[in-house]
């Protein structure tokens, strides 16, 4: 199976500040990756696809880029409803696997 | 509006069994492939099962292969997930998620608890 793994585990950032989480493939995976929000008791929602493909419905200043092994997501202007569990996936290869998540918090 | 939930969780013992279904509404069900997830308290996402749109094919992760079976009923907009030999390392929250495109999740639903214990 492909391993990701995100760094870092957690960060702390305020309101307005630009965040950028790291996601890397243990092999190349070419542009295969999603990105998803994930907050306390509630499922997760779809950010990003095909690592820079904004899902429909998502705010803009959600980026994401790469290709091959690394990747990453990037918020540019942090609102208060962005506090949250980010995790990555790969669909390049079966089975599917999620990185181990990196939680965002206010600092 | 999308909407996928999920029922059927609770409390079983090792060794038992349960059937999730997740009911879907405000899509052509029969036309998108499915998926379980699972996420075990306060641990990431693991993938767990697909389904393609007809039923004819399906796919598991190794941990739960031979012990569960995933299934859908079409004319009632509806996902299943049967599992056998239930194990404590079983317990988390289920999620049925649609395929926006080749194993991409796009919506999910709240979520299932089972829990495996005795």
């Known amino acids: 199976d492909i391993q990701m793994t995100q760094s870092p585990s957690s960060v702390s950032a305020s309101v307005g500040d630009r965040v950028t989480i790291t996601c890397r493939a243990s092999?190349?995976?070419?542009?295969?990756l999603a990105w998803y929000q994930q907050k306390p008791g509630k499922a997760p929602k779809l950010l990003i696809y095909?690592?820079?493909s904004l899902q429909s419905g998502v705010p803009s200043r959600f980026s994401g880029s790469g290709s091959g092994t690394d990747f990453t997501l990037t918020i540019s202007s942090l609102q208060p409803e962005d506090f949250a569990t980010y995790y990555c996936?790969?669909?390049?290869?079966?089975?599917?696997?999620f990185g181990q998540g990196t939680k965002l918090e206010i600092k | 509006e999308v909407q996928l939930v999920e029922s059927g969780g609770g409390l079983v013992q090792p060794g038992g069994s349960l059937r999730l279904s997740c009911a879907a509404s405000?899509?052509?069900?029969?036309?998108?492939?499915m998926h379980w997830v699972r996420q075990a308290p306060g641990k990431g996402l693991v993938w767990v099962s697909r389904?393609?749109?007809?039923?004819?094919?399906?796919s598991y992760a190794d941990s739960v292969k031979g012990r569960f079976t995933i299934s859908r009923d079409n004319a009632k907009n509806t996902l299943y997930l049967q599992m056998n030999s239930l194990r404590a390392e079983d317990t988390a929250v289920y999620y049925c998620?649609?395929?926006?495109?080749?194993?991409?999740?796009?919506?999910w639903g709240q979520g299932t608890l089972v829990t495996v214990s005795s």
């Open positions: 998620a649609r395929d926006l495109d080749t194993d991409y999740f796009d919506y």
């Open positions: 405000g899509f052509t069900f029969s036309s998108y492939w």
């Open positions: 389904i393609n749109s007809d039923g004819s094919s399906t």
């Open positions: 092999q190349g995976i070419s542009s295969w």
């Open positions: 095909a690592a820079s």
């Open positions: 996936q790969q669909a390049n290869s079966f089975p599917p696997t």
